[in-house]
């Protein structure tokens, strides 16, 4: 029997049939197929943006809360079926409680809690609230077997000086509270993370804007510090960095900061006349 050559050819020059090409690959699933989430915040801003972008990758359904009733309820609507509001303000311990028995309720399970409520005014209470959305969905999580806790920090809880005195306060003992809960909760097979976004204009921040530099326009702003040429932060790459942590990739991902800043914390370029050749 004449045997095949490396390139397909038989001996001899011989062609053979060509092959059938190899299956494409099936269509992906969505990364959050099934899942079901709960967003505190979610009226408005980026986690309204979370929303929308774990409903393309497939959750179950997307529990948004927010303790600002009339947004939220439009919220819900805009979201479509997969999602629907539920009041909640997370300074209130029974009331996050009641949100997350709630979801369970509806749906059965709860799978991932995305935290996104914030605001940039006083740091009254803030230890609290960090305690309430990380013991309320602890145990929901946990009976789904396992479960993804997310935190917006902010890269305010990175570098000093890029938001308002309390804002930085309140941001930047957010990785703490997350390394500390996922030591925590890790038995439980809970993964708890942070996010730490760069600016981008959303409601919150272009007030601080408006507070620190009178007459300002945010975005132009925004868009002059970032430090990666031709791009800027959108609501949509905190969305997926968000996706990414609640989503089986991340299985073995947790205690992390996962900073979205297009390296604004980590360097800084000086600009000096540097050599632009290697010397020999
Ligand atoms: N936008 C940015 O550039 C940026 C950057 C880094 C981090 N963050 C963080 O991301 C998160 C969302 O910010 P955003 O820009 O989308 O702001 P946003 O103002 O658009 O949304 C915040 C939402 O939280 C809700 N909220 C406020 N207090 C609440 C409470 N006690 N209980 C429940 N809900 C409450 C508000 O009603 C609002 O809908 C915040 O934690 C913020 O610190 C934002």
């Not at 999602?83 to 300074?91: E, K, L, N």
């Not at 209470?125 to 396992?146: K, L, Q």
């Amino acid at each position: 029997m004449a045997s095949e050559m490396d390139d397909g050819s038989m001996p001899g020059g011989e062609c053979m049939a060509s092959r059938a090409p190899p299956p494409f690959p099936a269509p992906a699933k969505g990364r959050l197929e099934g899942k079901v989430a709960l967003i505190t915040g979610g009226a408005s801003g980026l986690g309204k943006a979370a929303a929308h972008e774990f409903i393309q990758e497939g959750t179950a359904a997307v529990v948004i809360t927010d303790v600002n009733t009339k947004l939220g309820l439009a919220a819900g609507q805009e979201l479509g079926p997969r999602a629907h509001f539920v009041p909640c303000d997370v300074t209130v311990e029974d009331s996050v409680a009641a949100a997350v028995d709630a979801a369970v309720a509806w749906h059965g399970r709860l799978d991932v809690m995305l935290n996104s409520a914030g605001v940039a005014g006083s740091l009254a209470g803030t230890s609290r609230h960090a305690t309430h959305v990380m013991a309320a969905p602890a145990g929901s999580t946990a009976a789904s077997g396992g479960g993804s806790i997310i935190c917006m920090a902010s890269v305010s809880g990175v570098l000093g000086g890029l938001g308002t005195y309390p804002y930085s306060v309140s941001k930047f003992p957010v990785a703490g509270v997350v390394k500390a809960a996922a030591a925590e909760l890790s038995r439980l097979g809970v993964r708890v993370n942070c996010n730490s976004p760069f600016a981008v204009p959303m409601p919150m921040v272009v007030e601080q804007f408006a507070t620190m530099l009178e007459g300002a326009t945010a975005g132009s702003i925004i868009r002059g510090l970032s430090e990666l040429r031709g791009t800027t932060c959108e609501v949509v790459d905190v969305a997926r960095a968000a996706v990414y942590l609640a989503s089986d990739d991340a299985k073995y991902v947790s205690g992390h900061n996962l900073v979205v800043d297009g390296g604004f914390t980590s360097y800084k370029r000086m600009n000096l006349p540097f050599p632009t050749k290697l010397r020999e």
